[in-house]
């Protein structure tokens, strides 16, 4: 299935997918393995933020986490997040698409 037709919810749902593997390879201390998979939730979110047919709100909720993992992964963590946390928010969608 093409990403453009999936919901809003299954495309949280898959960047959530990536923030674990992230995090889990980052346990692991696989840097490089994690850099990928934080890259590929990255990729996956501009494929969602560039769609011309996304809604605005989601726009901004999507540009929201991209600033918030960016500032995670290569900022100063300004916000005060974890992983934990944008990963919880994603994968709860995941929950939500397979009810």
Do not use: P
Not at 27 to 32: E, L, P
Not at 82 to 99: E, G, H, N
């Amino acid at each position: 299935m093409d990403w453009t037709q999936l919901s809003l919810a299954e495309k949280l749902g898959n960047i959530g997918s990536e923030l674990h593997r992230a995090k889990v390879w980052q346990d692991k201390g696989d840097v490089a393995t994690s850099k990928k998979s934080l890259e590929r939730a990255i990729e996956l979110i501009d494929l969602s933020l560039n769609e011309k047919t996304a809604r605005q709100s989601a726009r901004k909720e999507l540009a929201r986490l991209r600033e918030i993992i960016a500032d995670l992964f290569v900022g100063a963590n300004y916000y005060s997040s974890s992983i934990d946390d944008a990963a919880d928010f994603c994968l709860d969608f995941a929950f939500l698409v397979r009810k």
